[in-house]
């Protein structure tokens, strides 16, 4: 207490004494033994008031005690049902739940993982991919420094994301892993990843790399065969054994048919496989007849010209040539796409059989654009002559409707050049992206879209996209989404179709252990997107005729269906909007491919690795009630008693208030009753 507030309360004590003393003593008109007792009880009541006047304050401490708390994450992939381990995982939950000691002991709280880690709620054992790195990465954000254990019943066959036996380095949980799944090691044939080409031209050889393993003691040879449509495309004689576990094989398989086409892979078994299931595996491609070729005309040496092409050309679809304004002008027309760069006076008769041909272009304009001249060729744009250059970013206009594009982080990229003064279109115009200047928006089009009389152009004015580029790769470690939104401007400049209130946007092909999502965009008769709409799509199994029908939902400035559950196969779809007579038909393919059913063992040795990085110790399925004691005898868990200390007003102890009042009806009761004397 401080020493201001203690004077308070003694000259409070003697303020009171003083009144009582002066009340019942010094001007009292009857003195009697009671007023004795009158006046204690009214140097109670003064003081008790002062001190509430004075409000002095008081340290209240209080104890709880915590319990350690216990996770625990259950495997919920198709893999544990494979190895027929589902009852066993199912089981062990009900004992962790059900058992008294371990809750007394513990705050224990459950969890199950496959693609993603959730709160359980019941198991199906149906997730299609498992990653356990996730639930590390998550259990760590959830319980940081804090004591939590962690309880991990899994097969340990992760199917993709970063590998746990070296996560698990970083984590300051014990983890206790408990073996769902055989731990003993038979002989396996398998096969592994395969990588292929989405897209192979017709009448060419596209690669096929497979990867395949053995696990066991003795050598085995087998028969690995490709085939499609029944037809055998590849086959040669292997040989494995504990030596030579893994090997590579590279083909060339021919395509000979346009549209998608499905292959299967079969690695013979030895007679003493046990799962056979990872002896095949099936792939797509789709083949097609023709790329789509790009032309750049530029005057210009410019980092933006080489990271166009290579950002185009990320999509194999596509090839890109480099040509000067004047060699240009004969080969025009063997080309979907012009892109015209950074365009001078010189460009005059490359607009001039442009415009003959009706052929769609992209404009990138920067720094180095003769304005003066180009103004002059074209129809289209006018920029305002000032002689000046500025740097402005981009922001993305959510009213774009010409086709989707993701928000990629514009605004954050780095300034490009462009030239200073107002922009005005002669025609109707898309604007994709607004030029900003820092937080101001000047309203001026960065990138903008125009469809006249089915000749299409897109205009990009400003310089340095090679630097958008960069910092997309900074932000992501992948070019993929930067590409993606160059391709999109591509694909649109390139394609002749006719302007359309109902587009469709999917694959071709789809492996089942992926998501299956269709976009759609619903524009109305002014070709304005329209999020009132109500599509629906419905899909139709050409091997079973089941027919699904499913509506899409509106996601920003998007219609998306997901369709992760269906069966193999191939199915036709119809896209419909619901009372307006408008839609669009397709068909897609979906590969079958299990990657949960491909393992035949429980990963023991991760797992151990697991455990080992973390202070703990592995465990098997039989022996959870062992786990249980173990972790009740394990001193690193025991309850921990917390104080808290707060500093609490006098003011907030109601009970003086009551005091006080009873006092103050106690002394005039008394000298009520005792007539005022």
Same mark, same amino acid.
């Given at each position: 207490?401080?020493? &201001?507030?203690?004077?308070?309360?003694?000259?409070?004590?003697?303020?009171?004494?003083?009144?009582?003393?002066?009340?019942? @003593?010094?001007?009292?008109?009857?003195?009697?033994?009671?007023?004795?007792?009158?006046?204690?009880?009214?140097?109670?009541?003064?003081?008790?008031?002062?001190?509430?006047?004075?409000?002095?304050?008081?340290?209240? %401490?209080?104890?709880?005690?915590?319990?350690?708390?216990?996770?625990?994450?259950?495997?919920? *992939?198709?893999?544990?049902?494979?190895?027929? +381990?589902?009852?066993?995982?199912?089981?062990?939950?009900?004992?962790?739940?059900?058992?008294?000691?371990?809750?007394?002991?513990?705050?224990?709280?459950?969890?199950?993982?496959?693609?993603?880690?959730?709160?359980?709620?019941?198991?199906?054992?149906?997730?299609?991919?498992?990653?356990?790195?996730?639930?590390?990465?998550?259990? /760590?954000?959830? +319980?940081?420094?804090?004591?939590?254990?962690?309880?991990?019943?899994?097969?340990?066959?992760? *199917?993709?994301?970063?590998?746990?036996?070296?996560?698990?380095?970083?984590?300051?949980?014990?983890?206790?892993?408990?073996?769902?799944?055989?731990?003993?090691?038979?002989?396996?044939?398998?096969?592994?990843?395969?990588?292929?080409?989405?897209?192979?031209?017709?009448?060419?050889?596209?690669?096929? &790399?497979?990867?395949?393993? +053995?696990?066991?003691?003795? *050598?085995?040879?087998?028969?690995?065969?490709?085939?499609?449509?029944?037809?055998?495309?590849?086959?040669?004689?292997?040989?494995?054994?504990?030596?030579?576990?893994?090997?590579?094989?590279?083909?060339?398989?021919?395509?000979?048919?346009?549209? %998608?086409?499905?292959?299967?892979?079969?690695?013979?078994?030895?007679?003493? &496989?046990?799962?056979?299931?990872?002896?095949?595996?099936?792939?797509?491609?789709?083949?097609?007849?023709?790329?789509?070729?790009?032309?750049?005309?530029?005057?210009?040496?410019?980092?933006?010209?080489?990271?166009?092409?290579?950002?185009?050309?990320?999509?194999?679809?596509?090839?890109?040539?480099?040509?000067?304004?004047?060699?240009?002008?004969?080969?025009?027309?063997?080309?979907?796409?012009?892109?015209?760069?950074?365009?001078?006076?010189?460009?005059?008769?490359?607009?001039?059989?442009?415009?003959?041909?009706?052929?769609?272009?992209?404009?990138?304009?920067?720094?180095?654009?003769?304005?003066?001249?180009?103004?002059?060729?074209?129809?289209?744009?006018?920029?305002?002559?000032?002689?000046?250059? !500025?740097?402005?970013?981009?922001?993305?206009?959510?009213? @774009?409707?010409?086709?989707?594009?993701?928000?990629?982080?514009?605004?954050?990229?780095?300034?490009?050049?462009?030239?200073?003064?107002?922009?005005?279109?002669?025609?109707?115009?898309?604007?994709?992206?607004?030029?900003?200047?820092?937080?101001?928006?000047?309203?001026?089009?960065?990138?903008?879209?125009?469809?006249?009389?089915?000749?299409?152009? %897109?205009?990009?004015?400003?310089?340095?996209?090679?630097?958008?580029?960069?910092?997309?790769?900074?932000?992501?470690?992948?070019?993929?989404?930067?590409?993606?939104?160059?391709?999109?401007?591509?694909?649109?400049?390139?394609?002749?179709?006719?302007?359309?209130?109902?587009?469709?946007?999917?694959?071709? @092909?789809?492996?089942?252990?992926?998501?299956?999502?269709?976009?759609?965009?619903?524009?109305?008769?002014?070709?304005?997107?329209?999020?009132?709409?109500?599509?629906?799509?419905?899909?139709?199994?050409? &091997?079973?005729?089941?027919?699904?029908?499913?509506?899409?939902?509106?996601?920003?400035? *998007?219609?998306?269906?997901?369709?992760?559950?269906? !069966?193999?196969?191939?199915?036709?779809?119809?896209?419909?909007?619901?009372?307006?007579?408008?839609?669009?038909?397709?068909?897609?393919?979906?590969?079958?491919?299990?990657? /949960?059913?491909?393992?035949?063992?429980?990963?023991?040795? /991760?797992?151990?690795?697991?455990?080992?990085?973390?202070?703990?110790?592995? +465990?098997?399925?039989?022996?959870?009630?062992?786990?249980?004691?173990?972790?009740?005898?394990?001193?690193?868990?025991?309850?921990?008693?917390?104080?808290?200390?707060?500093?609490?007003?006098?003011?907030?102890?109601?009970?003086?208030?009551?005091?006080?009042?009873?006092?103050?009806?106690?002394?005039?009761?008394?000298?009520?009753?005792?007539?005022?004397?």
């Amino acid at each position: 207490m401080q020493t &201001e507030t203690l004077l308070l309360i003694i000259g409070a004590a003697i303020l009171a004494l003083g009144i009582a003393v002066f009340q019942y @003593f010094y001007k009292a008109k009857y003195k009697t033994s009671r007023n004795k007792v009158y006046a204690l009880i009214r140097f109670l009541s003064v003081f008790g008031l002062l001190i509430l006047l004075i409000n002095p304050s008081y340290k209240q %401490v209080t104890y709880v005690t915590v319990k350690p708390s216990l996770a625990v994450a259950v495997d919920n *992939t198709a893999s544990i049902k494979y190895l027929e +381990y589902d009852d066993e995982s199912s089981d062990l939950v009900s004992r962790f739940r059900e058992s008294e000691p371990l809750n007394n002991a513990f705050d224990v709280q459950f969890y199950s993982f496959g693609q993603e880690f959730k709160r359980l709620d019941t198991l199906d054992f149906q997730e299609k991919q498992t990653n356990i790195s996730n639930v590390l990465n998550s259990l /760590e954000d959830i +319980y940081g420094t804090e004591i939590a254990p962690v309880i991990l019943l899994t097969d340990g066959n992760q *199917t993709y994301g970063e590998a746990y036996q070296y996560t698990s380095k970083n984590l300051n949980q014990q983890i206790y892993p408990v073996v769902l799944g055989d731990t003993i090691t038979y002989d396996d044939l398998k096969l592994g990843q395969v990588n292929v080409n989405r897209y192979a031209y017709i009448n060419n050889k596209f690669p096929v &790399e497979i990867f395949a393993s +053995y696990n066991g003691n003795n *050598t085995v040879s087998s028969q690995l065969t490709v085939t499609s449509g029944g037809a055998v495309v590849h086959s040669e004689r292997v040989t494995f054994s504990p030596e030579k576990e893994s090997q590579v094989f590279n083909l060339l398989l021919p395509a000979t048919s346009v549209g %998608v086409r499905q292959y299967a892979i079969q690695l013979a078994p030895s007679t003493t &496989e046990k799962n056979i299931k990872n002896n095949s595996k099936n792939f797509a491609i789709e083949v097609i007849d023709q790329k789509t070729n790009v032309l750049i005309v530029s005057n210009i040496v410019h980092p933006d010209v080489g990271m166009l092409k290579k950002s185009i050309e990320s999509n194999r679809l596509r090839t890109v040539t480099f040509s000067n304004p004047l060699e240009s002008i004969s080969k025009l027309n063997d080309y979907e796409l012009v892109i015209l760069y950074q365009p001078d006076a010189r460009f005059k008769n490359v607009y001039e059989q442009l415009t003959s041909l009706s052929k769609n272009s992209i404009t990138v304009a920067g720094a180095n654009t003769d304005w003066n001249a180009v103004n002059t060729f074209q129809n289209t744009i006018n920029q305002e002559i000032t002689g000046q250059q !500025e740097e402005v970013q981009g922001e993305l206009n959510v009213n @774009f409707s010409a086709f989707k594009i993701e928000d990629i982080g514009f605004a954050d990229f780095p300034p490009l050049k462009t030239s200073f003064g107002d922009v005005n279109f002669k025609t109707e115009v898309d604007v994709a992206l607004t030029q900003t200047i820092g937080s101001l928006n000047t309203e001026n089009p960065l990138i903008a879209t125009t469809d006249t009389n089915g000749q299409r152009e %897109v205009y990009i004015l400003g310089e340095g996209l090679w630097r958008w580029r960069a910092q997309s790769f900074i932000n992501n470690n992948s070019f993929e989404d930067f590409d993606n939104f160059i391709d999109n401007l591509v694909q649109y400049a390139a394609s002749n179709k006719k302007k359309s209130r109902l587009n469709i946007d999917y694959e071709s @092909f789809y492996y089942g252990n992926g998501d299956v999502t269709l976009y759609a965009q619903y524009f109305d008769k002014n070709y304005t997107f329209d999020t009132r709409a109500r599509l629906s799509i419905r899909l139709v199994h050409e &091997e079973t005729g089941k027919v699904t029908d499913i509506p899409l939902l509106l996601n920003k400035n *998007t219609y998306q269906v997901a369709m992760n559950n269906l !069966e193999p196969g191939n199915y036709k779809f119809t896209v419909s909007v619901i009372d307006q007579g408008l839609a669009r038909s397709g068909s897609f393919t979906i590969v079958p491919f299990e990657i /949960e059913q491909q393992f035949l063992n429980a990963n023991v040795t /991760e797992l151990r690795t697991l455990a080992s990085n973390t202070a703990a110790a592995l +465990y098997t399925s039989p022996t959870g009630d062992q786990l249980i004691e173990d972790l009740l005898k394990d001193t690193r868990y025991k309850p921990v008693q917390k104080s808290t200390e707060k500093i609490v007003p006098l003011i907030d102890w109601k009970w003086l208030l009551f005091i006080i009042a009873l006092l103050l009806s106690i002394e005039w009761f008394m000298r009520k009753y005792n007539g005022l004397t």
